[in-house]
């Protein structure tokens, strides 16, 4: 394995970004080297420094929701209102070779930092912009409401609950995830054209949850099929996202996506005459059969030990997992190789990394 650490130690990014979305590029290419200066309003800095349990620290300048996602940055209070900050600003550009924003219409012309302006600067400038709606509406975006209005909100949950919320920042994370993609084939281009012109590329929330609607999408499009509100399982797929209990009262579930898998885990239940059963033997007739299947299958599974299962499982490549709080995902080795840790302010702050990925030779 390589280290990915220095690819961008070159680079010099200015982040003008709050909230999620924005902030979280920023510390996706700090982590790969890049010098990240996050700029922010002394009067109203990032709103995320207040966004607190209730048992943290009310006098800390930061929040563990801020450290989640801003990442050996350098911190520098500017009001772009004030004419020598901003032109603090300016000074800094020509040194630049990426500027992130999320602000909403209007306010690069309020502030004098429209593209235009800004590559007078530094005309291989790359802009990354993050908007709610796209880039002619002034509407404000949260990513609750993109869940609500992409069509998110609406399949999760179940016929009891109603909708209900990705508990995470769901859209946030998935429009980062974009405007990174861009980004990368941005500075591509600038290595591979001669006498580049610096672009802007921009991702709305909007159209990145629009398009990360995939097969729920596709189930639309092609067969005027409506999901509602049916909990962890799979529209196409059974048993998949049921939830089972073992004898020693652990949650688990499967990914039951094969007639192969099925056969397995119907062996291992000594409940081989469901492979040949007419409601259960293929993909189509398990899933409009799920709820008596999930009956038959949660009678057999009550009887084994969660330890039991998985070794079997696992050791035949059938997908099932444990349901697990992040207590308990913490104390996988995996996951502990994600947790990075840094000092912000005089204060100890920790957060998972934003490259999950690994170079080989």
């Known amino acids: 394995m390589t280290s990915h650490i220095e690819i961008f130690k ?53 929040s563990a929701y801020f ?34 924003m999320n602000f909403k219409k209007g306010d690069q012309e309020k502030l004098g930092i429209t593209d235009k302006i800004l590559r007078t600067k530094n005309s291989k400038l790359i802009i990354g912009k993050i908007t709610g709606f796209g880039v002619d509406n002034d509407r404000v975006a949260y990513d609750l409401i993109l869940q609500a209005e992409t069509g998110f909100m609406s399949m999760n949950g179940t016929p009891d609950s109603g909708p209900i919320k990705m508990p995470v920042a769901l859209i946030d994370v998935l429009t980062a995830h974009h405007l990174k993609e861009a980004i990368l084939i941005e500075l591509w281009q600038r290595e591979k054209v001669a006498n580049y012109v610096g672009k802007t590329v921009t991702v709305s929330l909007y159209e990145a949850a629009v398009s990360s609607l995939i097969n729920q999408a596709s189930n639309y499009l092609m067969t005027d099929f409506v999901p509602q509100h049916i909990g962890s399982l799979h529209p196409n797929i059974a048993p998949y996202g049921e ?33 040949n059963d007419e409601r259960f033997k293929n993909v189509q007739d398990r899933v409009k059969n799920r709820e008596s299947l999930y009956i038959i299958l949660q009678n057999e599974i009550k009887k084994y030990t969660s330890k039991d299962l998985f070794q079997f499982m696992h050791t035949h490549y059938v997908p099932c997992g444990e349901i697990k709080d992040l207590q308990s995902v913490f104390t996988n080795e995996l996951a502990q190789n994600l947790i990075r840790e840094e000092n912000i302010d005089g204060h100890v702050t920790k957060r998972v990394s934003s490259v999950a990925w690994k170079i080989e030779e």
Request: glycine share 4%.
């Open 10 to 62: 070159e680079l010099n990014v200015i982040d003008l970004t709050t909230v999620l979305a924005g902030p979280s590029v920023g510390t996706f290419l700090a982590e790969l080297g890049a010098h990240v200066l996050k700029i922010e309003n002394p009067n109203q800095p990032d709103i995320t420094r207040s966004w607190k349990l209730p048992t943290e620290n009310k006098n800390s300048p930061v």
């Open 67 to 100: 450290a989640s996602i801003n990442y050996k940055k350098e911190y520098r209070l500017l009001d772009l209102t004030n004419p020598v900050d901003l032109q603090s600003l300016f000074e800094l550009i020509p040194h630049t070779d990426i500027l992130l």
């Open 243 to 275: 939830l089972f209990k073992t004898a020693d009262k652990k949650t688990i579930t499967f990914a039951i996506g094969t007639n192969k898998h099925f056969h397995l885990l119907c062996d291992y239940l000594k409940k081989d005459e469901l492979v």
